[in-house]
Nanobody
């Protein structure tokens, strides 16, 4: 059973930066497709960034050029570096893991069957 624990959320002013981390455990040696999703109050959960087991990445258009997803396989940790934050980035951010993904569906929530509890990011103007 894969377990995911996010950290690094908080409150920041617009144009600031945050780095989210997601510590994963329970792996059985296989590599997973990993992603960050977010959900703001009253809105649907949306895919923000994803990285597959080969290191290929996908980003939502709204975060391209500002967010960077990366992973440290030795530490089983996923990261999301968020720069130039905007008030519209305010949301609960979730880490997710799935057995496989492809370039056309890396940001689909249906691809992921393990989820963390989330970490809140609040950006003030």
């Amino acid at each position: 059973q894969v377990q995911l624990v996010e950290s690094g959320g908080g409150s920041v002013q617009a144009a600031g930066s945050l780095r989210l981390s997601c510590a994963a455990s329970g792996y059985t040696g296989r590599r997973y497709c990993m992603a960050w999703f977010r959900q703001a109050p009253g809105k649907e959960r949306e895919g923000v960034a994803a990285i597959d087991k080969f290191g290929s990445t996908s980003y939502a258009d709204s975060v391209k050029g500002r967010f960077t997803i990366s992973q440290d396989n030795a530490k089983n940790t996923l990261y999301l570096q968020m720069n130039s934050l905007k008030p519209e980035d305010t949301a609960m951010y979730y880490c997710a893991a799935g057995p496989s993904c492809y370039n056309y569906d890396r940001l689909w929530a249906s691809r992921y069957n393990y989820w963390g509890q989330g970490t809140q990011v609040t950006v003030s103007s």
